[in-house]
């Protein structure tokens, strides 16, 4: 599915709407440059689940925030990763799937993930002009999207 937002805050309401579609085990995977509107995404899908988006900042040097919330949720941020074996000293593998949810900003640093107990989400994140981002999703399920 393809969106359209031109603002934060249209940014911010996509990700209440991909928040809603997410269950336990899904990992939502977002790609893009440099202020593309990743961080705001997440402070929508972290919203549904009862994160304030105060909460929600770059965690470029924490790798990994986590919210002890149900489903527990992981905002991961990938950008300061170089290679595998900074991504293996992270712990991800450790959080990431079962009965979590994660968002990962900077997928693009992770590598391909697969496996039956994940449900992947991947979400494409480009800089238009004057605040206009475009939005790719895969993965989310259409129904549920259609019903919301």
Known sequence: MRFRSNSPEGTE???KRIGRCLRRGDVVCLYGDLGTGKT???KGIASVFGIP???ITSASFTVIAE???DPFFYHIDLYR???????D???IWDVIGGDSISVIEWAENLGEITGQDRDIIRIWL???SDNTREINTEGIDEEAWNNL
Request: hydrophobic content about 30%; aromatic content about 4%; charged content about 25%.
């Open 40 to 42: 705001t995404l997440v």
């Open 13 to 15: 309401q996509i990700g």
């Open 81 to 87: 990763i170089k290679n595998s074996d900074d991504l």
């Open 67 to 69: 919210y002890p919330v």
């Open 126 to 128: 480009t800089d238009c």
């Open 89 to 91: 000293s992270t712990g």
């Open 53 to 55: 988006a105060r909460d």
